[in-house]
């Protein structure tokens, strides 16, 4: 206390529960306190000056000011940030501003929050790769380790593209080398449901708007007006439509253009299921014309399938129909896809037809923006459309940070539309080439012949010669090429703009020691399956 009795001046921050009296010396000019808690705070050596605590919007001011402040502690009022739609991208999104501090008072409406409920329609678990994982980690370390540990771990074996006819090896994807040399975390698959609670439990319930359906907004250049389905209005600063394929926000921002159908209808299940090969394949998509088959470890002893045809849109199947169609189309393929069909109940089988969006130029008009699927819904074959939409999270959360530590330094207006179109500008790029990796990836898949006469029409009777067709080598020589600088881009190419985030290896995400060999050696990779195989 002596120390501090010879000190000329003190200011005091008030600061969520703490009052903080700050010495300041007269030979100081500028001191820098309290690193971990806010970016910068500067204090000038002067009585009757204000300063701002640039991390929270404190208003600060000397003790012994003569004229007074007359609120010590007064808060700047924050941007209060509505977000259209409680799916991945939103709740990442509120999650990201609340840990913003006081910068953003935020609200979230969902329609309904319970439709992942048991996995809920079309909902079944979530590939988050490593590129979202690494910003989860940015924008909530905590967080983001919970949903490491609850996830199951699928970088860590052999992913890939086989013939779905004889089950034969394609071509075999490394996800967990571009991982590991960049720092990141390996990929995963995770329960909706599980993601959800998460997520939420980190919000808190009382910013989530549970039953609240956002069908219009106003902006009138200085607020944002929100009207819900039952009448309801809110206000806000922003407006962050967050809410899919079938966004209303996007609509009206840009006109009500539909959604372009992707000519596939996908067949998908889960299924209390374990193939010999758990220990050394985690995920697979088996090639056909006109169809694929996608299958993935999903852990808890369950495997999620995903069955694609070519047709138009609309078709139904009769009722309890849908598991003898699928024996129709993919019943004289592999044992591994015939077996996950076989081992599916009926009811446990869900249909629905796949859209997407073309990539808008822009995003964003006025104070209203959008974000994920509402933005740039692609095509479900790269497991990037919920990966895309938390790295837009963390951009948009940290254009909207920066553009209120500009107001504090300059004392002027957020500028909320050119934080929106320099969020938009980060993002464009690499959410357009992401969708159309995804667009070209259903092609390839579906494009594939396995052997000469396949898809000729009146030259189709060549397949049964069983002739291999000339365009497999081609393809496998060009994807043997582009798919590992394709992954690196993919997994890594956006860490670099986490600011704060620190790559680091986890120990717990290991690969065997024998993955470089089976990625390189069909028959090793075939050993090691059969001796996963059980004894009859």
Not at 204 to 220: A, M
Not at 223 to 244: H, N
């Amino acid at each position: 206390m002596a120390n501090v009795q010879a000190m000329s001046h003190f200011y005091m921050c008030k600061m969520s529960n703490y009052n903080l009296m700050i010495p300041v010396f007269p030979s100081d000019k500028n001191v820098n306190v309290l690193r971990e808690q806010c970016s910068s705070v500067v204090l000038k050596h002067r009585k009757t000056e204000r300063v701002y605590w640039r991390s929270t919007g404190v208003i600060c001011g000397p003790v012994d000011d003569s004229a007074g402040v007359k609120e010590l502690g007064e808060r700047r009022k924050p941007l209060r940030i509505l977000i259209a739609g409680g799916g991945i991208g939103g709740l990442v999104l509120a999650l990201a501003l609340k840990n913003k501090g006081d910068f953003f008072e935020v609200k979230v409406f969902e329609k309904d929050l319970s439709a992942v409920k048991g996995e809920g329609m079309h909902r079944g678990p979530i590939q988050i790769q490593s590129n979202a994982l690494a910003a989860l980690q940015a924008i909530d370390g905590g967080v983001a380790e919970e949903i490491m540990e609850s996830g199951c771990l699928t970088g860590d074996r052999v992913n890939g593209l086989v013939d779905g006819l004889s089950g034969s090896w394609f071509i075999k994807f490394d996800t967990f080398t571009p991982a590991v040399e960049r720092g990141l975390p390996v990929t995963r698959v995770i329960s909706r449901m599980t993601l959800q609670k998460i997520l939420v439990h980190a919000i808190g319930p009382e910013i989530i708007e549970n039953s609240s359906n956002v069908v219009d907004f106003n902006d009138d250049g200085q607020k944002v007006t929100v009207m819900l389905e039952d009448g309801r209005q809110c206000e806000g600063d922003i407006l962050v439509g967050a809410d899919g394929i079938w966004s209303k926000v996007r609509a009206k921002l840009f006109g009500p253009k539909g959604a372009i159908y992707s000519q596939y209808t996908c067949y998908s299940g889960i299924v209390d299921f374990v193939p010999p090969q758990i220990n050394t394949v985690a995920y697979r998509v088996f090639l056909g014309y006109k169809k694929y088959f996608v299958s993935s470890d999903v852990g808890s002893g369950k495997t999620q399938w995903y069955a694609f045809h070519y047709e138009p849109a609309g078709s139904v199947d009769p009722p309890n129909g849908k598991k003898e169609r699928l024996l129709n189309l993919f019943g004289g393929w592999c044992e591994e896809v015939v077996d996950l069909l076989l081992a599916t109940p009926e009811e446990m089988i869900l249909r629905r037809d796949i859209y997407e969006r073309e990539p808008l130029l822009t995003w964003s008009k006025g104070h209203v923006t959008l974000l994920g699927d509402s933005a740039h819904a692609m095509q479900p074959n790269m497991g990037q459309g919920g990966c895309m939409a938390i790295e837009d999270s963390y951009q948009l959360s940290l254009e909207l940070q920066k553009a209120c530590k500009a107001s504090f330094d300059t004392g002027k207006s957020v500028d909320i539309t050119s934080a929106l179109k320099r969020y938009e500008k980060e993002r464009r790029l690499r959410t357009r080439a992401i969708h159309g990796m995804a667009r070209m990836a259903a092609t390839m898949a579906s494009a594939y012949r396995p052997f000469l006469g396949v898809g000729l029409g009146p030259l189709s009777f060549l397949a049964k010669l069983q002739i291999p067709h000339p365009g497999r080598s081609g393809g496998r020589f060009f994807l043997q090429i582009l798919m590992p600088v394709m992954l690196s881009w993919v997994l890594g190419g956006n860490s670099s703009k986490l600011e704060g985030w620190i790559p680091s290896c986890r120990l717990s995400d290991k690969a065997n020691d024998q993955l470089k060999q089976w990625l390189a050696d069909d028959n090793a990779m075939e050993q090691a399956i059969d001796a996963e195989a059980p004894v009859a």
